[in-house]
Every structure is written in structure tokens, then in C-alpha cells.
């Protein structure tokens, strides 16, 4: 399993970012995948996460309303993207996208996983 994310970037609070995860050696029938945030010097916190087997999704309190989990499957191209609106500076951070375990198709966060990107930086500043 490989991992690209992109989509970061400067934005003001209140604003919206995107971000894209590319999938590759992937089997979507029998993972997940989890978006993750670290800010400085902080460790990883889950902030979402998709099963790709039914699209069910996980949301930490701080992002229910506000973020939406996606998962498109074209070809042999597969994208989990995170829509994050109303940004708010305490979200600043490196966003990485992870594999995720499944219990029962139910995606379960953990950062005890081999496959991470390489993140991808959202900073929020005005």
C-alpha cells in the first residue's frame, strides 16, 4: 500500500482545503483509510477515517459538521479526499493520510500502522 496526499496549503480561518489522497497496492475491499493530523510538536490524532468496503466513516468530535470523508474508486485509481471547511488555526498542521484496520467493515483508527504518506502541510493564519 502507497500513499501520496496533496491539497495543503495556507488558508485563512474559516476558509476550505481539500485534500486528496492517492491509493496504490491497494485492496478496497478489506481496508480503510484514515486521515490523521500532527501539529507541532504534538503527536498523530485521528481526524477521519473510511471504509472503503460500505463508505462507512469515522469522525473525531472536533470534525463532525465541518469535515466530510470521500472515497472515489476510478479504474485502478483509488482517492480518499477530505473536505475541511471553517478551518480554524488549531488545526494547523501536516495532514497524513494512513491504512486503517476494519472490525466488522467499521474503520478503526490507530497509528499503529506501516502505511503512512508523507503528509501534507495545512497551515491557518490570516
Known amino acids: 500500500l502507497q500513499l501520496v496526499e496533496s491539497g495543503g496549503g495556507l488558508v485563512q480561518p474559516g476558509g476550505s482545503l481539500r485534500l486528496s489522497c492517492a491509493a496504490s497496492g491497494f485492496d478496497p475491499d478489506r481496508q480503510a483509510i484514515g486521515w490523521f493530523r500532527q501539529a507541532p510538536g504534538k503527536g498523530r490524532e485521528g481526524v477521519s477515517c473510511?471504509?472503503?468496503?460500505?463508505?462507512?466513516?469515522?469522525?473525531a468530535d472536533s470534525a463532525k459538521g465541518r469535515f466530510t470523508i470521500s472515497f472515489s474508486r476510478d479504474n485502478a485509481k483509488n482517492m480518499v479526499y477530505l473536505q475541511m471547511n471553517s478551518l480554524q488555526p488549531e488545526e494547523a498542521g501536516v495532514y497524513y493520510c494512513?491504512?486503517?484496520?476494519?472490525?466488522?467493515?467499521?474503520?478503526?483508527?490507530?497509528?499503529?500502522?506501516?502505511?503512512w504518506g508523507q503528509g501534507t502541510r495545512v497551515t491557518v493564519s490570516s
Open positions: 494512513a491504512g486503517q484496520p476494519t472490525v466488522q467493515d467499521m474503520c478503526v483508527m490507530t497509528v499503529e500502522t506501516d502505511y
Open positions: 473510511i471504509s472503503t468496503t460500505d463508505a462507512s466513516t469515522y469522525y
